[in-house]
């Protein structure tokens, strides 16, 4: 009887699982493909022209009182609808606002909802909103909180102490002051500054002087069919200890190696030519002396250091750590398995990509005026004042621009 | 007799050893998927200055699936078009794809349908002649039964932002899940396939593969490495390891999703399977002895890339390994080590090593939100068993492919839509 049962019991457990698997394939709940969105696309500026082809399609396009009233936009809505409006101190609003000319908010205002303003905007300190579009200037004050995303079709001033929400977008200048924590930003250009408690008008004289930057000729990277591992070598005990320390500092970075230490190893790696022979190779590191000139994209398995004043006419790839120092001009791609720091004067031409962190020094240049290109970094981003990047931000950590 | 006896316990041990191996492979790769750090993939990359690409759509009597490739490549793909051209390749057909394909070059200047009348048959063949034609910079290829997404050309592209990637994968997604128990199992091995064991490769910067459609490389490197050899039944696996060899990257991109088109008979699955094993391993034997040479690669590279040669050939080693336990059974031969400790082993291995592909499944699964088709694990069973059956009989035929220096001719898999 034992026997049987214990037969019973085994087969029951044997066989449960395929009643079950059975049942899903007879009488299936879930047999769908996985779902692709077939019209995604990456766009910097989606949020902000999904928000307003809604606007435009209910609102705009057809005849809309001015009052409160409850519209049908993606889901019903109370949307407030009206000219220049000026939300008092130490309010909290539950509707969408649909605002036809100026839009100013006071002090601590809670804005839950989505706002569309055709005119500029001025939004107060302490303020708390949802996300905002406007079709002309935006204006951050202090400490302003954003949960979702904000967009300009022109220019963008925002203030310090604001923390911007999953995306910032403006077809114009972005102007972020000190203290600015962000996720994603778009901005022609994006522009960090050192304006604390100054107003509009002199943000944008300092952005104008910003602008005015002459930039050095753009050379075009060359078509890449190759690149060149500057090779891991050497036998030497380089013990500089201080890698990440400030440009000013005069002590040598490899104060232990001496000429026979250092040797200058390059590879042959596809069809590249390999003919400049200028690396520095240590044990950890590889540097690429002052003042020195590559046309060729390069490869470095360890920590890279491309010392002061630089011309890099190629890709940079690093697998490790790399120090871009000042004034250096990269004119085509960086991308870095380790941290990026770009010290202060430098001029990078294409998309800065990093698995780990960036840190963007002062008067930093990314990108040309009439190029897009990326700064992204996995973990946090940060970048110093009077810096300019023509293109698009992505800290999937923190973003940050420091006090 | 004691030689023979000394033969099959060796070679037990060494299975088990192997079966161990990618028992740990499959949970590493589950595990990291889990909690491990994953890596950024180039997608939100914004870039102004965008490579020229050049789309080739081999194509072998495809007037089933060719209108809709084709209009999802003029209509809804977004990427510049002076940046941007597509050349069918008409590889040999006899039936209506030459017109669907002329009609589309009518209307847009940047379809260039390339017409094979004449030369060698097969997915090589048409790419290497289509190559010649192409002036991208990158080359992304769709088979004829995929269907892009709009952004898909972009994602893909933009990747050979960075110098050292060779090529690039996308991640295939079948359409046509629920047509049967075969696609429905096929929809999850690919789920597994692709979110847990490309992209923890992806992520432990080990040899993530390129797959040979919704993917693209550089054609001036693969011009360089000779083109795609006519002969050989997975190009794309020789091009990953061409590439990996010489110090290129492969890339997996997680979120350039494409639907395809699954087989829905068994029949055209397992000579799907066989051509898949039998082409895998004319590459392992070409592959094999560069990989351990190659300078380009570190030792963990050379790990997964030697793990990745011999996928195919496992099953064949668990086959041989039957009559040769049972031999060692019958011989009163199978204490090859302490009982107890068989013991624990086999309980071990029967609680979680048998289960580590499913374990793949179900956490690809569970990552891609989906519910009730996890409850279809159990029938893996049953794939399992067909899977070794055809994969064994590809991978004996691949080897013997290259000791005997046959040279194999390309099969297309049978499609299934239906005709409008």
């Not at chain 2, 899940?177 to 091995?189: A, V």
Request: hydrophobic fraction near 40%.
């Amino acid at each position: 009887m034992l026997i049987v049962l214990v037969i019973f019991i085994f087969a029951l457990m044997v066989f449960i699982p395929f009643g079950i698997a059975l049942k899903e394939l007879y009488y299936p709940k879930d047999d769908k493909p996985l779902y692709i969105d077939m019209m995604h696309s990456k766009d910097p500026l989606y949020f902000g022209k999904a928000f307003k082809k809604i606007v435009k399609e209910n609102i705009e396009n057809k005849i809309i009182i001015h009052g409160t009233q409850r519209i049908r936009l993606s889901k019903d809505e109370v949307v407030e609808v009206g000219g220049a409006r000026n939300v008092p101190a130490d309010s909290k609003w539950e509707n969408i606002f649909y605002i036809t000319e100026d839009f100013t908010t006071g002090n601590r205002t809670i804005l839950r909802k989505d706002i569309y303003v055709k005119g500029g905007s001025v939004i107060g300190p302490n303020n708390v909103l949802r996300a905002i579009y406007g079709e002309q200037d935006i204006y951050l004050n202090e400490k302003c909180r954003v949960t979702r995303w904000i967009s300009s079709e022109q220019d963008m001033f925002v203030s310090s102490g604001s923390h911007l929400g999953r995306s910032t977008a403006s077809l114009q200048s972005l102007m972020l002051m000190p203290g600015v924590q962000f996720e994603s930003m778009y901005g022609l250009p994006i522009m960090t500054m050192d304006s604390s408690g100054k107003g509009k008008t002199e943000c944008l004289k300092l952005a104008a002087q910003l602008k005015n930057f002459i930039y050095p000729p753009r050379i075009p990277v060359r078509k890449v069919t190759s690149w060149r591992i500057v090779k891991q070598h050497i036998s030497v005990n380089c013990e500089d200890g201080n890698r990440f320390r400030d440009e000013d500092d005069k002590s040598p970075l490899a104060s232990k190696a001496t000429d026979g230490d250092k040797k200058c190893f390059c590879e042959k790696a596809g069809f590249a030519p390999c003919n400049d022979n200028i690396w520095e190779v240590y044990k950890d590191r590889v540097v690429l002396p002052e003042g020195s000139r590559v046309q060729t994209n390069f490869v470095s398995r360890k920590e890279l250091i491309i010392k002061k004043n630089c011309v890099v006419e190629g890709n940079v790839k690093s697998y490790k750590d790399l120090i871009i120092e000042s004034g250096t001009i990269i004119h085509g791609d960086v991308f870095c398995e380790g941290d990026i720091y770009i010290r202060k004067n430098t001029v990078l031409g294409g998309n800065v990509f990093s698995q780990s962190r960036i840190f963007v020094g002062n008067n930093v240049r990314i990108s040309f005026p009439g190029h897009v290109k990326s700064v992204i970094g996995k973990k946090r981003i940060e970048i110093d004042k009077n810096s300019v990047i023509y293109g698009y931000i992505l800290a999937e950590g923190k973003g940050l621009t420091p006090w | 007799m004691e030689l023979v006896i000394l033969i099959l316990r060796i070679y037990t041990i060494f299975e088990i050893a192997i079966l161990l191996i990618y028992t740990l492979r499959h949970f590493v790769f589950t595990f990291n998927r889990i909690f491990g750090e994953q890596r950024l993939y180039y997608q939100d990359i914004v870039d102004s200055d965008l490579d020229k690409v050049t789309i080739l759509v081999p194509m072998h009597n495809e007037e089933l699936v060719a209108r809709d490739v084709m209009t999802q490549l003029t209509t809804v793909v977004d990427y510049p078009r002076d940046k941007f051209e597509v050349i069918p390749i008409n590889d040999h057909s006899s039936d209506g794809t030459r017109e669907i394909l002329d009609g589309f070059a009518a209307k847009y200047p940047f379809i260039k349908p390339l017409h094979r009348d004449e030369g060698g048959r097969g997915k090589p063949h048409g790419l290497n002649d289509a190559m010649d034609l192409a002036t991208g910079d990158i080359i992304i290829v769709f088979d004829a039964d995929y269907i892009p997404s709009k952004g898909i050309v972009r994602d893909i592209a933009i990747c050979f932002k960075d110098q050292q990637v060779g090529a690039v994968m996308g991640r295939v997604i079948p359409k046509n899940t629920g047509t049967n128990m075969l696609t429905r199992l096929l929809d999850m091995e690919r789920s597994g396939g692709y979110q847990v064991d490309q992209q923890a490769r992806h992520n432990m910067r080990m040899v993530p593969q390129y797959g040979g459609t919704v993917g693209g490389f550089r054609k001036d490197v693969a011009l360089w490495l000779g083109g795609f050899n006519p002969y050989l039944l997975t190009e794309d696996t020789e091009l990953t390891f061409l590439l990996f060899l010489r110090g290129w990257k492969v890339v997996y991109a997680n979120k350039a999703e494409c639907y395809e088109e699954s087989p829905e008979d068994w029949g055209v699955r397992s000579r799907q399977i066989s051509r898949w094993s039998r082409g895998h391993n004319q590459v392992m034997m070409k592959s094999m002895i560069p990989l351990f040479r190659t300078k380009h690669l570190n030792f963990k590279e050379k790990v997964d890339g030697l793990l990745l040669l011999l996928i195919y050939s496992i099953p064949l080693i668990m086959i041989i390994g039957i009559p040769v336990s049972l031999l060692l059974f019958f011989l009163g031969q199978m204490n090859l080590i302490d009982m107890f400790l068989i013991f624990i082993l086999v309980a071990a291995y029967n609680s979680f090593g048998n289960f580590a592909p499913f374990y793949q499944i179900g956490t690809a699964s569970y990552i891609d939100g989906v519910g009730d088709r996890l409850k279809l694990l159990p029938l893996f069973f049953f794939g399992f068993l067909f899977n070794v059956l055809y994969i064994s009989q590809g991978a004996a035929s691949g080897m013997l492919d290259v000791i005997l220096k046959r040279n194999p001719e390309w099969a297309k898999t049978t499609r299934f839509r239906k005709k409008e």
